[in-house]
């Protein structure tokens, strides 16, 4: 039988966001809880990947925090498919614009993330801050462009 899925909290995603922007930010409470809650599905939660979808693309929607919610969202997707076994086959320089690129409507989102999903065994169930701290170091260009002016501009 699979394991139960792991969620990030509220506390997760105001972690992630100070360390992509280096800065305490405001944010809106309501909007933060409600981008926390688009990785459930209603029912059983038991499709990571259409809840990964629907994650990544609802975060970015909702704008919980004055700055840093793209590569919040985009750090909080990874680190929702790590400690749930999963890695994406993703380099750094692609990263920023295929994130972005979920945000358009224009990808079946569930579809691009098991295309690019791996299953990856862990030694013992990951912590956030673990896979956190992995995402952090694998993708420092992609954080770069996702926290620019630019980024949080873009639709």
């Known amino acids: 039988m699979p394991r139960e899925l792991q969620y990030l ?9 100070f360390q992509v922007t280096r800065k305490k930010n405001r944010w809106n409470f309501a909007k933060l809880e409600e981008g926390t809650y688009m990785q459930y599905a209603y029912g059983k939660s038991t499709e990571l990947m259409a809840q990964a979808a629907q994650y990544a693309t ?12 793209e590569a919040t969202g ?32 224009s990808l079946d989102v569930a579809d691009e993330l098991r295309h690019r999903a791996r299953r990856d065994e862990h030694e013992h169930e990951l ?12 993708y ?12 949080a501009a873009t639709p």
Request: glycine share 8%; aromatic share 12%.
């Open 74 to 105: 985009f750090v909080g997707l990874l680190c929702f498919l790590f400690v749930n076994g999963y890695h994406l086959k993703l380099r750094d320089d692609e990263a920023a614009e295929w994130f972005l690129s979920l945000q358009s409507g």
């Open 58 to 69: 609802g975060f970015v929607k909702k704008q919980p925090f004055t700055t840093g919610n």
């Open 9 to 17: 909290t509220v506390q997760d995603h105001l972690w992630i966001n």
């Open 140 to 151: 420092p260009r992609a954080l770069e462009a996702l926290t620019a002016p630019v980024a």
């Open 127 to 138: 912590s956030v801050a673990e896979a956190g701290e992995s995402v952090l170091k694998s």
